[in-house]
């Protein structure tokens, strides 16, 4: 296949199904912090007693796979660059979902400078199509590039507030985390394998960006409401620095009522890794 802008754009992303049992709930909410700080607060989303999901578990709902290596692009060097999800409604337990996705845009950056893709996936039941999550994903795509560029790339995510954070919360990512995050569906070998990720240009293995964005997720809701009662309708980010297990994230967030900015670091290193991010509030 010959690799262009176009054909990436008109590439047929699979529909992907998906029924998610109280332990794929459970095993998401572990793997993104839930329970480490505060478990009693935190139990609703780990015990399958009144089972309540976590706000950002629509992420791993009805993934595609690896469909950009099936579309040709060099599948080793491509890194989740930006994401974004809007909640439409919890994610339901034992009922089938189905994801579509469509290629929204291709920015080039030149021969040898890379390029980025973003797709848009909406999640739904099967049977009423009842809108459950849709999520706009932007890959950065460093082995590629001179491509061209097409579609309508999204409008970029605005900086975080040029003053201090109303408030900070810290949560450490343990040394096992990309272990047990991948259980959720994402095998890429570049987050566990030292050899693949030295063929990535990393010198060990990074953390999931995801793994990373539901943490911030969950720090967000603990830090505003410890009883973690409150849930998300939206949150966005702008992965900026890889994170790497058993390291501490420390975000920070800026709030005006519902509207949350923020923004996640590493302090040890110096390091932002999450960066012009936004959450709403449910």
């Known amino acids: 296949m010959t690799l262009s802008a176009q054909s990436i754009l008109d590439f047929p992303v699979p529909q992907a199904t998906h029924v998610v049992t109280a332990r794929d709930a459970i095993l998401y909410a572990l ?7 505060a478990p009693d607060a935190a139990l609703k989303y780990v015990y399958e007693r009144d089972l309540a999901t976590a706000p950002t578990l629509a992420n791993i709902v009805a993934h595609p796979g690896p469909w950009m290596q099936q579309a040709g692009v060099d599948w080793a ?12 409604r919890p994610v339901p337990l034992d009922v089938p979902l189905i994801s579509r996705a469509r290629v929204l845009s291709v920015v080039d950056r030149g021969v040898e400078k890379g390029m980025f893709v973003s797709f848009e996936r909406l999640i739904a039941t099967v049977d009423s199509d009842e809108p459950v999550a849709t999520i706009v994903q932007t890959n950065a795509c460093r082995g590629d590039g001179g491509c061209g560029s097409v579609g309508s790339a999204p409008e970029p995510l605005s900086k975080v507030p040029d003053r201090g954070p109303d408030l900070e919360f810290s949560v450490y990512i343990p040394d096992n985390a990309a272990l047990l995050y991948r259980l959720n569906g994402d095998l890429n070998p570049l987050h566990v394998d030292p050899q693949a990720a030295r063929k990535s240009g990393f010198d060990r293995p990074i953390l999931h960006g995801l793994c990373s964005f539901g943490y911030a997720g969950y720090a967000i809701v603990a830090a505003i409401d410890p009883s973690m009662a409150s849930g998300l309708s939206a949150i966005a980010a702008r992965f900026s620095a890889p994170i790497f297990p058993g390291e501490t994230i420390t975000v920070q967030i800026w709030r005006n009522d519902a509207e949350i900015r923020f923004r996640g670091l590493v302090v040890s290193r ?13």
Not at 31 to 37: K, L, P, R
């Open 31 to 37: 793997s993104v912090g839930y329970g480490t700080d």
């Open 77 to 88: 060097r491509l890194v989740h660059s930006e994401h974004r999800l809007t909640i439409h």
């Open 270 to 282: 110096g390091a932002t890794i999450l960066d012009n991010g936004m959450a709403r509030l449910s």
